[in-house]
């Protein structure tokens, strides 16, 4: 239980949720320190037929544009959670799960 407390104080004490929320995914997608590493991982993994890793990285994608659209942000207000809000958010990752999943253990490449 110590090191479940160590591994949340360093979270805090880093600021990562923040982090993540202050992105700015234009600015990242027109760096080209981050845009030719990138394509190169797509393209391999198109050349390879890697379908597997490139849906696992698309989820990861979505779930990072859908971790900043108004139906996440807005599931804790003023420290209320908004019951109206879970359900869909759950179902987002429950959907995505479910193709993680599918694709790693259901789906042989």
Do not use: C
């Amino acid at each position: 239980m110590e090191i479940l407390n160590r591994i949340v104080e360093f979270f805090n004490n880093t600021n990562i949720p923040e982090q993540f929320h202050e992105v700015d995914a234009i600015g990242l997608f027109t760096n080209p320190w981050f845009l030719v590493p990138f394509v190169l991982f797509i393209g391999y993994k198109l050349y390879k037929q890697s379908i597997n890793t490139l849906v696992i990285t698309g989820v990861a994608i979505g779930l990072w544009i859908f971790s900043g659209s108004p139906m996440a942000k807005n599931l804790i207000v003023d420290g209320q959670l908004q019951i109206g809000k879970i359900l869909p958010v759950a179902g987002v990752g429950v959907v995505a799960i479910g193709i993680i999943i599918y694709f790693l253990f259901m789906r042989s490449e």
